[in-house]
């Protein structure tokens, strides 16, 4: 058990719905990261944040989104979706020395089916 | 930019055979490097890390030296066992401050067979 949790673990909705996908980090973490797992794209980075502010974006879309809020769990909001959005989507948590980035720690995931 | 390429897998083995599986890198900077084990059906785990240029990671019989002149980190056991067939994913962790993001290779499926 790494510490992370990630609810749903399942999500099975239609194309054009909007989900949220939750994310509580370790305690004591203060950066979350969230990863898409699809079988076209492989593991990709989509967002970090650290202490609630946006630290890096990467190869997310503008129809998702995320926070994190003031209790250091964090959401993953997707919108408008789409069946290639299908995917298992990771959460991982690691910081709690802000001055050196160490391991990251990945939640079990949530894998969401778009029908 | 920074990017992981690892060996093509399914990588099939018999019980007690001898392990590598192959991970390059091209990055920028000192990146830390990863080994990373996805089980069927579960989250991603750290298997092992290295931080620096000839460390060693090392867990669970499992091994990886950091190799900066051949941009390597590949991975090893001297002996595997059934329970060891899952999904292994080599990942780095590039350049300095607070982002961190890691970065995948494509992962290689080991089966292990008794």
């Known amino acids: 058990d790494s510490g992370v949790t990630q609810t749903p673990k399942h999500l099975i909705t239609a194309t054009g719905q909007r989900v949220t996908l939750r994310c509580s980090p370790r305690s004591g973490d203060l950066s979350v990261y969230w990863y898409q797992q699809s079988l076209d794209q492989g593991l990709q980075f989509l967002i970090q944040?650290?202490?609630?502010?946006?630290?890096a974006k990467g190869n997310i879309l503008e129809r998702f989104s995320a926070q994190q809020f003031p209790d250091l769990h964090s959401e993953l909001n997707l919108s408008s979706l789409e069946l290639g959005d299908s995917a298992l989507y990771f959460c991982a948590s690691s910081v709690r020395d802000p001055l050196r980035p160490d391991t990251q720690y990945f939640g079990p995931g949530t894998r969401l089916t778009v029908l | 930019g920074d990017s992981v390429t690892q060996m093509e897998g399914p990588v099939t083995l018999s019980e007690e055979a001898f392990l590598t599986i192959n991970c390059t890198y091209t990055a920028t900077g000192y990146p830390s490097l990863f080994w990373y084990v996805q089980y069927p059906g579960e989250g991603l785990q750290l298997l092992l890390k290295a931080t620096k240029a000839d460390d060693k990671g090392s867990n669970k019989g499992f091994e990886a030296t950091y190799r900066k002149e051949t941009t390597s980190f590949h991975l090893e056991k001297g002996s595997v066992q059934v329970s060891d067939s899952a999904v292994y994913f080599c990942a780095l962790r590039g350049g300095s401050g607070n982002t961190g993001k890691l970065i995948f290779g494509q992962g290689t499926t080991l089966q292990v067979k008794p």
């Open positions: 944040y650290y202490n609630g502010e946006e630290r």
